[in-house]
């Protein structure tokens, strides 16, 4: 079980979490919902909950539920930029189809 | 695949619903746009990475040029090209000061301002609504989504009407507007002025052609704008003009055409900029005529030259300050906002004046923008509650009205808004299928001291002894102070609702009035509700005694026993048409205590019917 994240989207966690100025890291995870099944969640973290499974990249401490872990495990979180948009993008092994817009995705 | 933005903990939008929410800083000489992204206010920037887009909009024959476009056309095209059009919103063409030196052609038939272009008429409200289609369009391409909300700040001295023409040239721009906020007001929640408590805090807003200063007092989260003043054409480019006299009068240059003028002031504008971080600067560049012009100053003849200039700032503060009543020491932090304000001498003077280091880490130019954006954020409900920016309170007491024509008030005055609030409520009668909700605004305790606001009625409500009817109130008031109150009954789940704006028709006086009416009247009102509580709950207990005395009196109670209830009934039922609440509290605790004894045997027998016929193990102890 893995989740992991790259330099580049860690630098940029970082400083969103000094910005809020608390919350301990970042919780992935997945919603059942959308237009393709499963939707991806990227939230602060402010409590690890028990039943957190806790990883640890690039300094950033990623804490992920054991149900949304099946299907993410193994995913890689960067950062990009698409044009003028930039925002993190989840790269998960485990993906079979995609909605259009890649929001949503079933595994 | 998307790019996805980090939510606060729960908050996360489900795929195509995220709330892009902006701030836009609508400026009399620019404008900007920014937004919040992962928690972090950010402005947005066009295809050619610039942040201030010019509020300039140039009318062509077939064609529109807004911003950057339209810059060139200020020099070929003035009559069509309409800058500053801040500065016309919500006037009429008689408050225009130097109309005759503006190069706009105006229509002097109509009292408003209707300026003439190549595309037929335009209005200030159409003008502004093309830069702020301008900017929701960078908006959509940067964030690769719809908008759907927007804050736009307004300078605090805005009247109604001005906020009015800003919100008309949103609505036609197609932007959600939230709500309109103060600059001042915008810089200060930038800072996070906001999350303390309370403070006094100066805004000092030096912005290319404008002067304002707000003081503004924090109350328990609440940003109230004490006083305002400034200078309508001070900025700036008056900076700029200083520099290019040097230029003029160090090296001898008289008869300047158009383009060299506007050349002078362009290097005047850069020598200025770079004054600020280098103690002196060379300028080296070429007139039309061929003439190579080189160029020093250094920061202290600079200083020395604009004195005057910022000397002229000092002035409203003063005025603003005595019109607050406030001591300069009773000031708790100055706001830098506006790219003048980056001016070192400027910095200095202020830090003297108020002998404190006045705010200025974040971009100066930026700050307004950031601001609008962060309440944009919130007002879009992106944000956990604990985190809401409260900007706004409830003048009054919202509540409904209960038995015996008193308001039970449901939130209070001075609630900050948005705010959602519940009440359960039950019958009064037996059987009782319908209620009727009337909706009061008011701090008095009867109903006709109130203000009436709406009226609706729950129907369908199943049959049931009175008392054991639940239906829930919820009162609930969003962030454009718009006030919905629904009454579901919790059993069947049976909901009605309605919607009201609390303070439309209602004036500042009329609310100050129901105010000092409601603590003049305290005592009486606190009377009238003890009496009117009383005689409800005597009347209710008469009419359980009277309905058990009915069905079981005979079997349960001996005749005397019958006499004595019904006596105390009597003379309860009397006195409720008196006013005297001590007697009626006193004659209903007779008559419960005298049914004390009824009252156990009745339960006594309904325990007993509920065991008859059921074996020991059957039953659920």
């Given at each position: 079980?893995?989740?992991?994240?790259?330099?580049?989207?860690?630098?940029r966690v970082e400083k969103y979490l000094k910005n809020r100025g608390k919350g301990v890291g970042l919780r992935l995870g997945v919603k059942t919902t959308g237009c393709s099944g499963m939707a991806y969640t990227l939230e602060f973290v402010d409590d690890t909950l028990p039943e957190d499974q806790v990883f640890e990249s690039?300094?950033?401490?990623?804490?992920?539920?054991?149900?949304?872990?099946?299907y993410i495990d193994g995913t890689e979180l960067d950062f990009e930029k698409e044009g003028l948009n930039e925002g993190f993008k989840f790269n998960n092994p485990n993906v079979k189809a995609e909605?259009?817009?890649?929001?949503?995705?079933t595994v | 695949m998307a790019l996805l933005q980090i939510a606060e903990p729960g908050q996360s939008t489900l795929p195509h619903q995220h709330k892009l929410s902006i701030g836009i800083d609508l400026g009399t000489t620019n404008s900007l746009v920014a937004t919040v992204q992962s928690g972090l206010p950010t402005i947005l920037k066009d295809k050619d990475d610039h942040v201030l887009i010019p509020s300039v909009v140039h009318y062509g024959k077939n064609i529109t040029h807004v911003g950057h476009d339209a810059l060139p056309f200020l020099l070929t095209d003035a009559k069509n090209t309409i800058v500053s059009v801040k500065r016309f919103m919500g006037q009429s063409l008689n408050h225009i000061q130097y109309k005759d030196a503006l190069p706009y052609e105006f229509d002097e038939t109509s009292q408003d301002i209707q300026l003439k272009t190549e595309q037929g008429i335009k209005h200030p409200i159409e003008v502004s609504a093309d830069i702020l289609k301008k900017l929701k369009t960078m908006a959509e391409v940067s964030l690769c989504g719809e908008v759907t909300a927007a804050v736009i700040t307004v300078p605090a001295y805005f009247d109604d009407t001005q906020r009015q023409a800003t919100k008309d040239a949103a609505k036609l721009a197609g932007l959600n507007v939230l709500r309109l906020i103060n600059e001042?007001?915008?810089?200060?929640?930038?800072?996070?002025?906001?999350?303390?408590?309370?403070?006094?805090f100066i805004i000092y807003d030096l912005g290319g052609g404008t002067f304002d200063i707000s003081i503004l007092k924090l109350h328990q989260g609440v940003f109230e704008v004490l006083a305002t003043n400034g200078h309508p054409h001070l900025g700036g480019d008056d900076f700029d003009q200083?520099?290019?006299?040097?230029?003029?009068?160090?090296?001898?240059?008289?008869?300047?055409?158009?383009?060299?003028?506007?050349s002078l002031i362009m290097e005047a504008k850069k020598i200025k900029e770079s004054l600020s971080t280098h103690p002196d600067v060379t300028a080296k560049f070429t007139l039309s005529n061929g003439k190579d012009i080189v160029f020093t100053l250094n920061r202290d003849t600079f200083i020395l030259e604009t004195n005057d200039l910022v000397q002229k700032t000092i002035q409203p503060i003063k005025r603003a300050l005595s019109d607050a009543k406030l001591p300069i020491t009773s000031i708790d932090g100055v706001v830098m906002v506006g790219g003048a304000t980056r001016m070192p001498h400027i910095q200095s003077e202020i830090k003297t004046f108020f002998k404190q280091e006045p705010l200025n880490n974040l971009n100066p130019d930026e700050v307004v923008a950031l601001g609008a954006s962060r309440q944009a954020h919130t007002l879009a409900g992106n944000k956990s509650d604990q985190d809401l920016l409260l900007l706004d309170v409830t003048p009054l007491s919202l509540g409904i009205e209960t038995m015996g024509g008193l308001v039970e008030k449901i939130i209070h005055r001075n609630s900050t808004i948005p705010v959602a609030k519940a009440q359960e409520f039950t019958t009064?009668?037996?059987?009782?299928?319908?209620?009727?909700i009337h909706v009061l605004q008011g701090e008095r305790e009867r109903v006709s001291d109130c203000r009436s606001l709406a009226n609706f009625t729950l129907t369908d409500i199943p049959p049931m002894v009175a008392g054991s009817a639940k239906i829930r109130v919820a009162f609930q008031i969003d962030a454009d102070g718009l006030l919905s109150v629904s009454a579901r009954e919790l059993s069947t789940n049976k909901e009605t609702s309605?919607?009201?704006?609390?303070?439309?028709g209602l004036s500042e006086e009329q609310m100050i009035h129901m105010l000092t009416q409601s603590f003049e009247n305290a005592e009486e009102d606190k009377k009238i509700r003890a009496l009117s509580e009383a005689k409800i709950e005597g009347e209710q207990i008469i009419t359980a005694v009277q309905n058990a005395l009915h069905k079981d009196g005979k079997h349960l109670l001996t005749q005397d026993e019958i006499k004595d209830i019904q006596n105390a009934i009597y003379t309860l039922s009397s006195s409720l048409k008196e006013s005297d609440a001590d007697l009626?509290?006193?004659?209903?605790?007779?008559?419960?205590?005298?049914?004390?004894?009824f009252a156990s045997k009745l339960m006594d027998q309904s325990v007993g019917n509920a065991l008859k016929g059921k074996s020991i193990d059957k039953v659920n102890l």
């Open positions: 079980m893995t989740i992991s994240i790259t330099a580049k989207a860690a630098e690039h300094g950033i401490k990623i804490m992920v539920d054991p149900k949304s872990l099946t909605c259009g817009c890649g929001e949503s995705f | 001042p007001t915008a810089a200060a929640v930038a800072y996070g002025l906001d999350q303390k408590k309370e403070g006094t200083a520099i290019a006299e040097m230029i003029k009068k160090t090296c001898s240059l008289n008869q300047l055409n158009h383009e060299d003028k506007r009064f009668k037996d059987g009782q299928t319908a209620m009727s309605v919607t009201v704006k609390p303070s439309y009626i509290i006193g004659l209903t605790k007779n008559l419960n205590a005298l049914t004390e004894s």
